[in-house]
């Protein structure tokens, strides 16, 4: 795996794997949504991120601080 991928949750891990099959038109962006329980609008995001980032852009933004 790559160094970038290392350091990813198991939750992270299946949205990175969901996206890169819908992005190789496995399944649609509806099926890749309802995979992942969350919104085509929100999976879109996910993908425009993935594209401009790479896998990090997947990573929460929040890991490592305190919960509000």
Do not use: W
Not at 24 to 46: G, N, P, Y
């Amino acid at each position: 795996m790559s160094k970038e991928i290392d350091n990813m949750s198991h939750k992270e891990l299946n949205r990175l794997q969901t996206i890169r099959e819908s992005l190789s038109r496995h399944i649609t962006q509806d099926q890749a949504a309802e995979r992942i329980a969350i919104s085509v609008r929100q999976l879109k995001r996910l993908v425009q991120r993935y594209r401009s980032e790479g896998p990090q852009g997947l990573v929460s933004r929040r890991s490592g601080k305190r919960p509000q």
